[in-house]
């Protein structure tokens, strides 16, 4: 039930009043970090009840409403062979997830190195390298990074390839797709290439970070219709397709202003480079588009 997810409320005896009243308890998605696992073997209300907490980091019960904390992040599972006793995520939440990530057979050496750590008995201890604070900053400091506006056209124009029923769609989307992605599509390419940018070392948003996260951040989004199911082809297939087909016209060049000194205020442990330092920095930065 969406109680399950969300919480409920429950009579509560006051021990210092000696009355009744109702006292509402928290549901396991009043977390940083929740994994639906296997999330379409929950029935449809209860898919539901996640739209609101991903969406508007919220939840409504019995007409109040409660925050969530932050940060905030929803990560799910669904298998994709045993469909007996599942529910297909509507569009409407499968858009509200940023990536769709597919995870395929280990290599030789990944399931060699699972073998060893899974019988050995001893596990690692994780090493925190980030705290909720500098979480925090780096989710204030992506969309701070500019973008060029051909970049901008670029991601716009992947996204409209991809509407079978337009004129500027491309003539294997035309034939493959029912539909195409929807604005969320457009708004989750942008914020990918600025964090892929930023992960990178870069203080720029160029066309081929866009290119780089485009399949994660678009296979959800388009429904492929039944002559490609019967020819075996895919949505990844698809986007494979139109990014070799769309070209990536300009070039971003960024120029460090020296001007300001200060240092980095969350100097990162893992030896990428420092360059996220406080909301003023960016701004010590200059953008050419060519």
Request: with cysteine; net charge positive.
């Amino acid at each position: 039930m969406p109680s399950d997810i969300t919480g409920t409320e429950v009579i509560y005896m006051d021990p210092t009043m000696g009355e009744k009243q109702f006292k509402f308890l928290n549901g396991p998605v009043f977390a940083n970090i929740v994994l639906a696992d296997e999330i379409n073997r929950a029935p449809s209300k209860t898919q539901a009840a996640m739209l609101e907490a991903m969406q508007e980091h919220r939840v409504t019960v019995a007409g109040r409403t409660y925050p969530l904390g932050a940060p905030f992040f929803v990560l799910a599972t669904q298998n994709p062979i045993e469909q007996e006793g599942t529910y297909p995520l509507p569009e409407a939440q499968l858009d509200r997830f940023m990536f769709l990530i597919n995870v395929g057979y280990l290599t030789e050496d990944e399931e060699f190195t699972t073998m060893k750590m899974g019988t050995s008995g001893k596990g690692e201890k994780p090493e925190a390298i980030m705290n909720t604070e500098h979480i925090l900053y780096l989710q204030e400091t992506v969309p701070q990074i500019p973008v060029a506006d051909h970049v901008y056209r670029y991601a716009e124009k992947l996204v409209r390839s991809a509407w079978p029923k337009q004129p500027g769609a491309l003539d294997n989307c035309k034939k493959y797709l029912s539909f195409g992605a929807g604005p969320r599509a457009n708004l989750g390419l942008i914020l990918a290439a600025k964090g892929h940018a930023l992960l990178h070392g870069q203080v720029y948003v160029g066309t081929e970070n866009v290119a780089a996260i485009a399949k994660a951040v678009l296979r959800q989004r388009i429904s492929v219709n039944f002559a490609a199911q019967g020819e075996g082809i895919s949505a990844d297939t698809v986007w494979t397709s139109s990014l070799s087909k769309l070209p990536r016209t300009g070039r971003v060049k960024g120029k460090m202003i020296t001007h300001s000194k200060q240092k980095p205020r969350f100097p990162l442990k893992n030896g990428t480079k420092s360059f996220v330092t406080n909301g003023r920095s960016l701004s010590a930065y200059t953008y050419e588009a060519r």
